[in-house]
């Protein structure tokens, strides 16, 4: 006899584990079934263990340049890294998370079921067998919640050997730092591992089929962030797409050309010259192209649940087109983050139980990117506000000019604030600068209370910090909509 829940969860990663403590603390009976590590890919092979590996490898670039420096008074001889110690301690920092999880399950309670899920009809979950469950298990609930994720996609025609050609699932587990390795895709995954191999002393190159990195980012943000991490090495490559691989022994060549198919008429980026169809080799290739969705295998199409390049498609609520069934997360579409899927879950789930509008508000969901410098934006980039808007104000203030900053050594970057200059209200912030990934959630809360830049601009922000960047460019901003 199947087991009853009032609401059963496939796939336990930022929305299922999210959604399934939300629902133990409305008063649902809960299930989860997980067929790999608790936490998904975030806790296991994303969000948890790169940034443990970009820490250690921002405090190795600390350590070189402030020992170089007289004026810090600091001398040191012989910094080395031991890449394979930080790859461990990686590793320690998602097993130590992923144990977490298992225990906020076992306080709520929280039922985790080990196996493959997927849908038998509308109310039910079947739990296939396996290695440690020899035999098929079945649940029922009136309520089913979807968040399978989403996994890293691949160029056409290649295939994954873990040596030469790596995805971030195996390179996050890359015990050696590459002599060389060529990127394809400039986007967070990308770049963060851009940033930190040539922290470690790899030669980096990165290929990008966008005109600029981070593709549809504000485009003052992208620039600022390109030129920083050239000067600190790393080559890109952008309006290039990789026309043939070759994989032997000793690496890896790659034949990229224009991705306008038009090299004569539209030259590409390369460190700010000129190139045309051009071959790179390197010891290994990572491709980071971005991610598809885990929508295979689920039982959809019996349901007749509908699905669309693979993503399935989502109504009021996160509902799909069959009614006990509601779906969040990477396997529903962009944004593709950790903290929105989290965000989906909740909202399904206080839906579910009558205490919310099934709503998220993805203007103030910020997008962050870990490399040296870092890079976060949220709300609006500036060609979308002056589309949407008739009177945009723009206020950018330089992180040369904050005392933290100066005080530090962190000088580059900036904050750049957008706004409508009639009504005040913030359309959105892009930054780029040491520990703008955390300045950014002081703006994401503005726009989610709805602040105005003049109430923002009477905010105190302590001193010295570098929030007084976000205090700056308000007032700026206020100052330029009084004068005008």
């Known amino acids: 006899m199947a087991q009853e829940y009032d609401l059963a969860i496939i796939g336990a990663g930022p929305a299922g584990y999210v959604g399934a403590i939300r629902a133990a603390q409305v008063g649902m009976k809960t299930a989860v079934v997980e067929a790999e590590q608790v936490g998904g890919v975030c806790v296991n092979w994303g969000c948890i263990p790169s940034k443990t590996i970009l ?44 144990r977490g999880i298992e225990g906020l399950f076992r306080k709520h309670p929280i039922d985790l079921i080990r196996g493959r899920g997927r849908l038998a009809d509308g109310h039910t979950v079947v739990i296939e067998a396996s290695d440690a469950n020899p035999h098929e298990r079945r649940i029922q609930a009136p309520r089913i919640l979807l968040a399978t994720g989403s996994r890293p996609r691949l160029l056409p025609g290649m295939a994954v050997d873990g040596k030469r050609i790596l995805t971030s699932r195996q390179a996050i587990e890359l015990r050696e730092v590459p002599q060389s390795v060529l990127i394809v895709g400039a986007g967070a995954i990308g770049l963060e591992f851009a940033s930190l191999w040539a922290s470690f002393g790899s030669k980096v190159t990165v290929i990008e089929m966008e005109r600029q990195i981070v593709p549809g980012a504000d485009e003052d943000v992208a620039g600022e962030l390109e030129k920083a991490l050239a000067r600190r090495g790393i080559t890109f490559l952008t309006g290039m797409t990789c026309q043939k691989v070759e994989i032997s022994d000793s690496g890896v060549k790659v034949t990229a050309a224009s991705s306008s198919g038009n090299t004569d008429i539209l030259p590409v980026s390369h460190h700010g010259q000129d190139a045309h169809a051009t071959s790179i080799e390197a010891e290994r290739i990572l491709v980071a192209i971005g991610v598809a969705p885990n929508s295979e295998g689920l039982g959809l199409e019996s349901l007749g649940i509908a699905v669309e390049n693979g993503f399935v498609r989502v109504g009021p609520g996160f509902r799909t087109s069959c009614d006990s069934v509601w779906a969040v997360g990477d396997l529903i579409g962009p944004p593709l983050l950790a903290h929105a899927a989290s965000a989906e879950a909740v909202a399904a789930i206080e839906a579910m139980a009558g205490q919310g509008n099934g709503t998220v508000c993805y203007e103030a969901i910020p997008m962050c990117i870990y490399s040296q410098p870092e890079m976060a934006s949220v709300g609006w980039t500036e060609s979308k506000a002056r589309t949407e808007r008739a009177n945009v104000g723009v206020a950018t203030v330089p992180f040369a000019a904050n005392g933290k900053a100066v005080a530090v050594g962190q000088t580059d970057g900036f904050v750049k604030l957008i706004h409508d200059r009639g009504t005040g209200a913030i359309l959105g912030c892009h930054m780029v600068g040491h520990g703008v990934t955390e300045l950014i959630n002081q703006i994401a809360v503005a726009i989610s209370a709805k602040l105005t830049v003049g109430q923002l601009a009477r905010t105190i922000f302590a001193h010295p910090t570098r929030s007084e960047l976000i205090g700056e460019a308000a007032l700026a901003a206020l100052g330029r909509a009084i004068s005008s």
Do not use: M, P, T, V
């Not at 001889?77 to 130590?96: C, L, M, T, V, Y």
């Open 55 to 98: 820490h250690c490898a921002e405090i190795y670039d600390l350590a070189r340049a402030q020992a170089g420096r007289a004026d810090c008074g600091i001398r040191g001889d012989n910094i080395r890294a031991d890449f394979g110690a930080i790859i461990e301690k990686s590793r320690r920092a998602a097993e130590r998370l992923a």
